[in-house]
């Protein structure tokens, strides 16, 4: 599996848009570190395709240690949790905040490293991932598909929307999905100018970002999953930035499955059936571990109503939900 190249993640603030250049691989840079750990054990149990199951009941905050023993296939995720490793002096385990409900909670790290060996995940396993809000007109919309079809998301969220939208962000959290970081102002020249990452501004960006979040939802927030806008893919010279990113206990994570709901025009989808095809092409391509591109920005109307069978589709295929945490 290769991490899908995609040119353009939807700006909520006004930047030109900037078409890709092949990025360096997702394995280039630090963040491929934590991964290791993963990455080194023991093969897969053959049999172990049950996806995680939903866990609606759970009535306490899931530690990533108790996710691990809910998976299936325990020897699996044996490996102690990538963010804690002894050369890491300084960053303290991530406190997963994600809420009663969740069900297949996994560390940015751990999910990075299924993608570029899929053979060591726990079984078939769909990402949904939504970007660039929250958002008071497509968010809650999100979240009632999601509530529907009692099935969890990962949400990407750009702290400068935070305070237009804390309500949002709260509920997105009380129902059971997790919180995940994608800069504080999505703005491409100040993160990559000359489309090289600005280090300093990455790092930035992402201590004002985790501050916008814990100003909503407490002290405690805290996550391993960053997002860079655009996509690691389409940038340069990422390995200080990926290097701050690591010093924070987080892991950026791309996508390897789109909505197609950011795509230039001419390939971005106009009808639900044809939002639902591209997003749903990895069970035709027999992927194991999908991280599924959505947004929940402004004018995501289409994905919203694709999102429902986007969902059955992959129920139907046999795969569970996972969140990052
Ligand atoms: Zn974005």
Redesign the pocket.
Known sequence: MTWMKMSV??AVVAVTLVACSPGPPPSAGPSADPSSAVAQAPPPAPAATTPPAAKPTRTTPVTPEQSATQSPSPEMTTPEPPTTPPTTPTTPPAVDTVAPGASGVYTAAQVHAWVKDPTAAPGKLLFLTF??GPSNLITPKVLDALKAAQVHATFFIVGQEVPKAPEILKREVAEGNSIAL?SLT?DYKKLYPGRSANAERVASEFDKTLAAVREVLGPDFSTTAWRY?GGHMSWKHMAAADAALEARGATWIDWNAMTGDAEPKKRRPTTVPAMVAMATQPITDGEQVVILLAHDSRGKDLTVASLPQIIDAYKAAGYGFGTLS
């Open positions: 993640c939807t970007d660039d994608h999505h806008p």
